[in-house]
């Protein structure tokens, strides 16, 4: 039997469309707060603002972006979010003082949240439910090359060139996510089958109930990935592995290169437990390999194996997050998941930066290992024990049925 095709030209320039987003994402990250310091004199605190704006305004526009997915149409909350975003990149030439830069910040994360809302749902309904496991794998795959090529690309660009060519290069990948998103064709059909119903505002319209188990999930073992993205080169740099800290996160990427074919196919075939559980058990092994570095090797292998495990989870569980919500709600439930996902970065960012003023980086990233297995606690509770029942449920009311 011939499987359903999966690589279709929609399929692929939404990938790419998402691989821009997140690589200007990723440029800009690792900069502007280097920026801040040296061209506003701002202090640390001021500087981490960069990120911590953009990410709330990130946060708080994705709920409404998946009202209005179903309200206007997956397409034109796309194009306009993806709009948004050119736009915000152009202006980053022109501020003069810390402010004005924070207020741009504050725009382009709405932007990011919008459109990168859009992306989720629009790629959840191209993708067919035989293959979802797979496809959205080699989706999130996008975003992880993003997050290896764009700190590298910007602190290149601004080391070598200057500001000015790090900001001319988030508008040429900005417009690329535009031009991409433009040759993505939707078919609208939920929204003609389903008509919505305009109801009045409500705090239920904007959240989809059903995501949130498995968000929370990736909330909680997304605030020890924050603790990698923000402080694995300041460790690197304390146990003198500075020179080989760059290749942290291209060894991630290569085992995901590797892992992807895999370990999408088996959750289409056995579902997310066989992946989930093992996954979580690699992550925490990962952590305590990079608590334990003094060499390259050692560190190396725990990126490896962080790849192989975070790497592996955090498609699982969006994958999760879609197939649990009825077909129109997808766009919601993605926003919902990304949103309290988000929430674990930025929470991680700060409370990782206040433990890791009282000790050391290997002692955290000690901790942090037991921290992820924790997580095969809170997964089977929150997914795993109520899959089950939800399914006996179901059984035991076809078997009411039989008998009636």
Known sequence: MNKPKLWTKSFISISLSNFFLFLTFYVLLVTL?????????SNASEAGLMTTVFLISAIISRPLAGQWLEKAGHRKVLLASLIIFAGASLLYFFPKTIIGFLAIRLLHGIGFGMATTAVGAIVAD????SRRGEGMGYFIMSTNMAMVLGPFIGLTAMQQWGAKSLFIVS?????????????????????????????AFSFKNLIEVSAIPIAIVGCFLAIVYS????????????????????LFFVVYAIVLLISRPFTGKWFDQYGPNVIVFPSIVLFAIG???LSQSS????????????????????????TIAIQDAAPRKRGLATATFLSIYDIGIALGSFVVGLAAAKMNYSTLYFLCSFYVLFGIVLYYFLHTRKQAS?????????LNNLHS
């Open 126 to 129: 191209l993708i067919p439910i």
């Open 390 to 398: 939800s399914k006996e449920h179901q059984r035991s009311a076809e």
């Open 33 to 41: 707060p280097i920026y801040a310091i040296q061209e506003f004199d």
């Open 295 to 318: 060499g390259a090797v050692t560190f190396l292998v725990s990126a490896g194996m962080i790849g192989l495990g975070w790497g592996t989870l955090f498609p699982t569980f969006q």
């Open 227 to 246: 603790a990698l993205l923000s402080f694995v080169s300041v460790f690197a740099t304390e146990i003198h592995l500075s020179e080989v800290a760059s």
């Open 287 to 289: 952590m305590f390999l």
């Open 171 to 199: 508008v040429v990948v900005a417009i690329g996510a535009l031009i991409t998103g433009l040759s993505v064709h939707v078919k609208e059909t939920e929204q003609a089958d389903h008509p919505v119903v305009h109801s």
